[in-house]
């Protein structure tokens, strides 16, 4: 089971707004109808809140949970809407940031490819046309 315990994060190091992106090239789970495994790429970005907020002090996630905390899921049966927006859900409710944009891209199969995005916030433009 998607474990967000796996999670960490820390405070946002820079007063300037960032964004930040994180690609994960080697993601899996299960097809919960067939059980066969689905490959994916997980693309990540956010702005994180600034550090002289509330939030700021869990500003940024650690990659090395973030790698544990996608690693979870490779055993679960799980259709790929559910996957991003699970990972939108535990992502936003780790680090509040001020938008965060989750985009799943699956490897075929059976001649479909598939992408599913979720946002949390207002995701600027030059970010969602990608």
Not at 16 to 35: D, N, Q
Request: proline share 9%; net charge neutral.
């Amino acid at each position: 089971m998607p474990d967000p315990l796996l999670l960490e994060a820390f405070p946002t190091p820079a007063r300037e707004p960032l964004v930040i992106e994180h690609v994960a090239e080697e993601f899996t789970s299960l097809c919960p109808k067939t059980g066969h495994p689905d490959y994916g790429t997980i693309t990540l970005r956010y702005r994180p809140a600034p550090p002289d907020t509330a939030a700021g002090q869990r500003g940024c996630v650690e990659l090395k949970s973030l790698k544990l905390y996608y690693q979870s899921f490779r055993n679960e049966g799980i259709f790929y809407e559910a996957v991003t927006d699970r990972i939108r859900a535990d992502l936003t409710a780790l680090m509040s940031p001020v938008w965060l944009q989750v985009i799943t891209n699956w490897r075929g199969r059976g001649g479909i490819r598939s992408a599913v995005r979720a946002e949390f916030g207002s995701v600027p433009d030059e970010f969602r046309a990608r």
